[in-house]
């Protein structure tokens, strides 16, 4: 049994990660920004990591296994708070790799492994990307990841057991309504239900490597417990566009006139987007073992299906 600190425990990959852990048995702690957060079996540690603090966290938990998925996780966001972004995807993340390391050299040895993103890929010099393609980010997120993906590989030179899964986008119904995915299967919920209009979305034709979240969060757990620490990219292999996004959820719901609802607007649109995303996982396939396990219409039907459910009570 291990001891476990997660950051960003109520979060979406947090939260499944964290049923994972505590099912295993495994001593689970975690950081959420409110105290009200609870999370079932795990110990729950107030932390804004927008402060100074959490390598004094990570120093008196003494874990032996450290997941830092805490983040301003939305692109969109980083623009309106770029400096907040760099503080909690980025300093935060060198707070606990200096921490990570003075366990180790304490003789107390500690894993850590990073959530990092396809974002720090900018808009991506190849396709597909593997670990090998060139970072150059587009986004204030995206080099705040890159800063601490960056560390990962500083630290581990350094003797610290670190490693870094580059994500690429996954989903789930945990998933924010402030991700277009989720507004759309939220919204073709209401709108199937008489309870919206109109749908309003940035971009259709911007592709994505959509993927299952729970199997992100296994992929966590994967790189964690290899042999040796690695940079995984964690994708499908398979890019959909936004439009065919929006299409799948409306489908599910019964509206195949998609188009008389949704409406796009510039003011939705964000700087620096890349056309498409799409990863190579074979790394993580031959190292790992690691493969998803829900396709994009399956994943599509499943928040959809949530979403009319949470309606219908
Ligand atoms: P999420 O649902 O947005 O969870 C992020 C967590 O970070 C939340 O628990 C949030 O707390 C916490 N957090 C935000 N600001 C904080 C602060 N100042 N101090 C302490 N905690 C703070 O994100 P996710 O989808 O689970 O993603 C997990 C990780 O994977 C993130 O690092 C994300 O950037 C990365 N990633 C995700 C994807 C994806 O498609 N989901 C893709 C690539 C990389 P509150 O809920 O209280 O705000």
């Not at 120093?59 to 301003?72: I, M, Q």
């Not at 040895?109 to 597909?128: D, H, K, T």
Request: glycine share 8%.
């Amino acid at each position: 049994m291990s001891r476990v600190l997660i950051t960003g425990i109520t979060g979406q990959d947090g939260s499944y990660l964290a049923e994972q852990l505590v099912a295993e048995g495994h001593e689970v702690h975690g950081t959420a920004l409110r105290s009200d957060d609870a999370v079932a079996g795990a110990e729950v540690h107030v932390v804004d990591l927008a402060q100074p603090g959490i390598g004094d966290l990570v120093r008196s938990v003494e874990p032996d296994e450290v997941y830092n998925l805490a983040a301003v996780s939305s692109v969109f966001q980083s623009w309106q708070q770029p400096a907040l972004t760099a503080a909690v995807n980025g300093v935060a993340a060198a707070e606990m790799l200096a921490a990570c390391r003075d366990l180790t050299e304490a003789g107390h040895p500690v894993r850590f492994v990073q959530a990092s993103s396809a974002e720090i890929f900018g808009v991506p010099s190849e396709i597909p990307q593997t670990e090998s393609t060139a970072i150059r980010p587009t986004s204030p997120y995206g080099a705040a990841k890159a800063y601490a993906h960056s560390l990962v590989n500083v630290y581990r030179g350094a003797g610290v057991w670190a490693a870094s899964c580059i994500l690429y986008n996954h989903e789930s119904p945990r998933r924010p309504e402030q991700f277009v995915t989720r507004k759309i299967t939220a919204s073709a919920a209401r709108i199937a239900r008489g309870l919206q209009e109109r749908l309003e979305l940035g971009s259709l034709s911007a592709r994505r490597d959509w993927g299952w979240a729970p199997d992100y969060a296994d992929a966590l757990r994967l790189a964690l417990r290899a042999d040796e620490p690695d940079d995984y990219v964690i994708a499908t292999g398979v890019s959909h566009s936004v439009e065919d996004f929006v299409a799948a959820a409306f489908s599910r719901v019964g509206i195949d006139d998609w188009r008389s609802v949704v409406t796009t607007s510039e003011g939705l649109l964000r700087p620096g987007d890349a056309p498409q995303q799409v990863g190579d996982a074979t790394h993580a396939r031959d190292v790992l073992g690691w493969s998803p396990t829900l396709g994009f219409s399956e994943i599509v039907d499943a928040m959809v299906d949530a979403d009319l459910a949470a309606l219908d009570g």
